[in-house]
């Protein structure tokens, strides 16, 4: 009954508040014999971790993930993974004047009115920083995902403030661009556009947000349990459940909506002995189950909530209204360091239905 | 780990294929001393039935429920309550020769790649009749949310086939014309443009699809856990899991994209001894929880595969390409018949956050 | 959260109150392509029958099962399997002046403590007769362990009424004998005596309890999840679980708290390419896991509580002491009807265990 | 579908090996608002600590625990309680030679045929080290209790090695003497017997098993669930997943096999305004639900299978028959330590179960 896992067969549990001792997660589940490093997680951290760029609040998380257990000899035991990350670098100063005033946007006022009180600091556990553990676990994940399958997760911004990514990017274009612009869009020219807008909205002591795509290739098709744990289902849960995401679609998502049956459907034809698909508006997902196609998801990413205009607020202890404009390191747009949590989200997914599969039939085939 | 259940404390399990011999559900979790009576339920599936309008399908599906257990003297005994509707009018002629032909948009190819066999009658287990169960479940959460919070459910259509209702209906109006019309669209101009555009769609041998919105009333503070079972998180999985979605969005949802943090924000004022917010795009939930204000989703519905017009397949057995026109009674837009549906996988997401909300602090309040 | 589903992988879920219409049970997780008849299941549930033995209640169960869903063409589809037995012969008359007055040793009253109210017709959930579901889809789970590891389940009884059937008895002699007495004791002897040891008891309005023992051969090693799904620790809840079980033990059980380290460790030797032990006082699982050995566990089954001897008890509705004396058709024992209940358990367990042992490698082996 | 986690609404996940970095548990599910220090959790880990005394092992564990998370400003949040014990004073030399050579009575030969390698080092996952997370999460369980119901934990011994203690032992004399002697036995006399059987065991190179007894004090009515999680099959689950638990037993236990109907049924009486039992042989559970009256239940622990006395095994690498002596440090019985352990176990259970019950009526009472 208790939120704060994730996955059934893939079991990611995740821990800490920001400003508290440490942030971590326990990944439960995971096979014996998976060769896994601490890089293999250190490099995914470092693709979250706040960097020198304009864009991202300059709190400088170092991050370094510490192993505690699951892991022998370079390999998993089976047992549960064990990771944590200190917090390091915190001033909780700038949170105490905010303490009884909840910020608009922010889970502070649902938090109170849930538990009776909460840890103000940072944001508590309602912080982006509880993304560490679902990005450790997703390392792992990917890991899993690559040793079986040979799957690939790939994530890129396709959107922001209105600017769009060209339509249409090859495959080849997200892996080489995505990973080498401040904000994470493959298309190099939009990237630009993107870059001012967000410039803007800072200099306006405002925020933008903007859209998430991520993409798994070398799914095998059958993943995904009907009725209710269906493969896009979960992924739905998974990407929604990252703060700040507002919509979640798959495929043709919501241009579904406007197009024909005949447009919309895939015709099938055969490649060798494979059943395929001649387009992907299914976005790999048919009835819930994978079909061997991409697996396509987009996320919508509210703006930053923490900006610096004035915004009204209450004082919950004196129950007056106030006024507040929230000072200090945020980020402007958050969707470029979305990219590697919705990333690890997808992929934990995947590893957890991955193994679900292996009992889909009485005789394992794989 | 099996996919058939969805709820943690509100459990909802549901069984049949759509030819077999029944369809039914299984709720557990519900607590005791609930009144609720045959009628309640068979009210909502009645909702969920094809009708004698043009624009579902025409099979005679009686749906008469039996309550099996778990109701006692007219109140729930806090023991699972069993359901089921009979299958009759079953005519599984017409899908024998598909049998080994994968219909394109249907879950046909990833039933077969995952389980081996499939059964072929009627859509099996990926039927939309699967959906009588989600319904009759959903009665008994509308029941029990308004037990415990008076808090109501409102469904209605927004767009089809690119027709939108008007923006800013007032839930009166929603309350008032939604059920009226043979597309649950409570904007009535709109409605007969809907109509229209189906007709068009049902002539040429096409489908078309459309979104739905789905609106909780009088929900409390407070409900949804941190930080994987999200209030919207689960909603988001609720709705994705039911066939023929593909995308799901919260509040401002995908437009929220395109918004900068200052319109985005939802400020704070005071109403009495409560906290309210002046605007809701946030959709009433902030970090995962209920902010109060109503919840408001909408989702994506892509036209419906089953379509006449002519397209490629392959056969499965034989491995060869054919071409396939299917045949016979088949709503050529299913966004109305979603509506009941969708109304009731919202309500079993806030009838389980409403009891799990129970434990969220030492002393219930409540 | 709700307490009515067993299992993870394999996952069974029962509902039904005695006197109510029916008593069912839904199986979800089983994978595709196992073959399975109505046949098999009947069989099962014959054994739980009420037989025309004077040592079992007079309830003429007819006990057919229907099978609603989840088999098709003789093969499991890897959906839910949905059974129900419906509820015939049954006369509640007898349960109307107990309605107020809860029975010494049986759950009236503790229903009456949790709920508020309870279906006080037959003993409601708390039926033996909920037991149905459980003994139905142990059916299925004996089909997947024989089909996945040729494992085989026996159970017999070893004890009633301080009667104590001789020690060692091999596994060909409970193969033959158990299902050849009214008791279910292979050593026939003993079934004799323990055959008079409940008609003594039966004559003086009294009842009697015992000792059963189930166990499985062909067990695969590996079986078992650590640190809290350990096999053992699932058998004693599955065990547990049944009605009137007050103990349970494994391998030597209680008798390991007496003695020697020396004695009680198995020791290991070489039998072709396998390591086996030459003893089997752990009863098959070390660790929590299982050892290839056959697993072996007792329970200790309490009398029957419907006595016919006067007996003290409350009438909660006027808060006043009474005497009461149970009318009706009663086992004086019920060891002999508990064994296939058990035998359907264990299978349960090993059942969902089997399943979720096929992820604890990243390469398969089976 | 990983076996680390206990509990569905207070749900305890332990993770770490003997020798690996550290060991700890997340606690997923307390309500917010208990006040909890360090030492309520550090005095229960003390109590399973290796102390001086001639009968538990000498490795010096400080095992001071770290409360990393979940507990702000003296009271729990709500979120996760994340807490470890690094592993310090850590020698796997002794270990190094029985890597390929299971010790009999252990997991070693288990875990390597489930995951096909396995941390050999102190036991690995499966060493008694397992139970620190355990006990920490049970520190915060028992705090909950008494928050919740005043309810109180006790544990004792009350067999080793053949030794009983007197039976009828009282509350008070429990409380008053079971912490004072090193086998934890309330019988002083009983406990110098034991410690001498221990000494003798010892010296012959050798070990004891024994009885250890826990029991649940103002558990209030109507904590546990039907059908499948029962208060009493989770009681057996939870402690017959503690390493060496051959055995559990309910109230009468197997004591009740023997005893007719009159004898174990317990008689209702009217005390006040409430229901009571004149006996207890049902140990506090009837139906799988709690009575109100003490919950008593008992455990057979094997004799310590580490033990210097020369045994068969097989050194699994060569596949050779080999012979084993082990050396060092090791309890030769390990009941005494086992009782806070029971306790935690016991604590986890009835806060679970007591979460779980505010939802079992529409208006809770509590």
Partial sequence: MPGNSFGEAFRVTTWGESHGRAVGVVVDGCPAGLEITKEDIQRELDRRKPGKSEFVSARKEEDEVEILSGIFQGRTLGTPISMLVW?????????????????????????????????????????????????????????????????????????????????????????????RNAVRCADLNAARKMEE??????????????????????????????????????????????????????????????????????????????VRMKTNRAGGILGGISTGEPIICRIAVKPTPSISKKQQSVDIERMEEVELSIKGRHDPCICPRIVPVAEAMLAIVLADHALRARNARLNAKE
Same sequence: chains 1, 2, 3, 4.
């Fill in 87 to 179: 917090n390091r670098d915190v001033d909780s100063k700038p949170y105490e004047p905010m303490k009884s005033i909840p910020r608009p946007g922010h889970a502070d006022i649902t938090y109170t009115l849930k538990y009776g009180f909460r840890d103000y600091r940072g944001g508590g556990r309602a912080s982006a920083r509880e993304t560490v553990g679902r990005v450790a676990a997703g390392a792992i994940a990917k890991r899993l995902l690559a040793a079986l399958h040979n799957t690939e997760i790939l994530g890129h911004v396709v959107e922001i403030g209105g600017v769009r990514a060209r339509e249409g990017l090859s495959v080849e274009e997200i892996r080489r661009n995505a990973e």
């Fill in 197 to 274: 807008r967000i410039r803007e909205a800072k200099a306006s002591g405002d925020s933008v947000g903007g859209i998430v795509e991520v993409i798994a290739l070398n799914v095998p098709a059958g993943l995904g349990e009907p009725v209710f744990d269906k493969l896009d289902a979960d992924i739905a849960k998974a990407l929604m459940s990252i703060g700040a995401v507002k919509g979640v679609e798959i495929g043709a998502g919501f241009q579904s909506a406007r197009m024909l049956g005949s447009e919309m459907n895939d015709e099938f034809f055969i490649n060798g002995k494979k």
